[in-house]
């Protein structure tokens, strides 16, 4: 990171400050520096020490680098910034699209969960301030009256296999999951599993601790259909009568479910919820074929929803990418692009 010295600051430990003398750019040697960070080309100098990585000062200054006369550094700086001004644009604005996206993904959810797929049904109170109206034929439940309550047990990471039995950790209801469990990551043996929960399909899965009270209580139903199991710090949840499984997936976690989730949380450092909360929850329950329908409806228009953010997120990375091998080629002489600063300085001169 280049400082503006116009402006007066102080930094903290941990942090290595590198004062540039006369003869050297240092917006170019703050590209430079990105370049051996990005390709690693300044792995010597990083001493691993009680599993955190170290820069070593002493070694990373004594590392031998190509510096260009200054007037190229110059011209290298001022291309590079008019190119990383125009790449950066271009990410913002795939960033902005991706944003978008997600609140019209969170918004279809909510109001089909909410309200239905039919626009003119009469509709009734719910009596519950974040439920607002809901079809007047509809049912307003907590999920205590509803189902019942489990506490994940099992035992540690050290228990993981490549291939077996599937076990949801707490972990992957943050990392691995939206909505539904249809795949696992982590597994245990047949002779370890009986040491953990067993599941079912059409569990709902809650993580029982995390770091940010907006995600507390975070869930997933299972989908999964062969024998599975979950580890420690998972409530369960257990209809005790038909309910569809994707639906509940989507309406237990729907943004305005994670409301009340985020209320319940306690903690400083890290937050936790129990199940003695989870059965205060609320939710809308539309007939049985409806929550057919209404899972249906929502298995197709987040897919391509998500299908239309996962390209824009492969396109902003492509754009990081091919930035990263652009200033990695200029600051290393693969690329001159002194006649570019040249033109770039005159347009900017007639502008």
């Known amino acids: 990171m280049l400082y503006d010295h116009a402006t007066p600051a102080v930094c903290s430990n941990f942090i290595a400050r590198l004062r540039i003398g006369d003869g050297y750019d240092p917006v170019f040697l703050t590209y430079l520096h990105s370049t051996l960070y990005a390709l690693r080309l300044n792995s010597r100098s990083i001493k691993q020490t009680t599993g955190i990585q170290n820069l070593d000062t002493s070694a ?37 699209l991706i944003a ?8 279809t959810i909510h109001r089909a969960v909410t309200r239905g797929l039919d626009p003119d049904v009469p509709l009734k109170p719910s009596g519950v301030d974040w439920l607002g109206d809901v079809p007047a034929h509809w049912e307003v439940a907590q999920l205590g009256r509803i189902g019942r309550f489990y506490k994940g047990s099992g035992g540690t990471k050290a228990d993981e296999v490549p291939a077996g039995v599937p076990c949801i950790r ?63 710090d998972v409530i369960l949840f257990r209809p005790i009568r038909e309910m569809d499984a994707r639906f509940s997936g989507y309406a237990i976690d729907c943004p305005q479910s994670q409301h009340q989730k985020s209320c319940m949380g ?22 049985l074929p409806e929550q057919r329908a209404i899972a249906a409806h929502l298995d197709k228009a987040t897919a391509a929803i998500d299908a239309a953010i996962d390209t824009a997120r492969r396109q902003a990375d492509f754009m990081r990418d091919y930035r990263a091998s652009l200033i990695a080629h200029v600051v290393t002489g693969k690329l001159d692009v002194r006649v570019a600063a040249e033109q770039i300085d005159m347009e900017t001169s007639h502008q």
């Not at 507390?216 to 024998?227: D, F, T, W, Y």
Request: aromatic residues 8%; hydrophobic residues 30%.
């Open 100 to 107: 978008l996206l997600q609140e019209a993904r969170q918004a």
């Open 170 to 232: 707490y972990g992957d209801l943050y990392t691995s999951h939206r909505y539904h469990i249809r795949t696992s990551r982590s597994f245990v043996t047949e002779t370890d599993a009986p040491n953990y929960t067993p599941l079912r399909y059409g569990d709902v899965l809650f993580a029982g601790s995390g770091e940010t009270i907006e995600e507390i209580g975070k869930s997933a139903v299972n989908l999964i259909e062969q024998p599975a199991c979950c580890g420690g």
């Open 60 to 96: 990373y200054l004594s590392e031998r680098v190509c510096i260009p006369p200054l007037p190229e550094q110059h011209a290298i700086a001022r291309y590079l910034d008019h190119v990383d001004r125009r790449i950066q644009r271009h990410i913002d604005t795939k960033e902005k």
């Open 266 to 287: 306690r903690g400083i450092t890290v937050m936790h919820i129990y199940s003695r909360e989870i059965k205060q929850m609320w939710i809308a329950l539309p007939t």
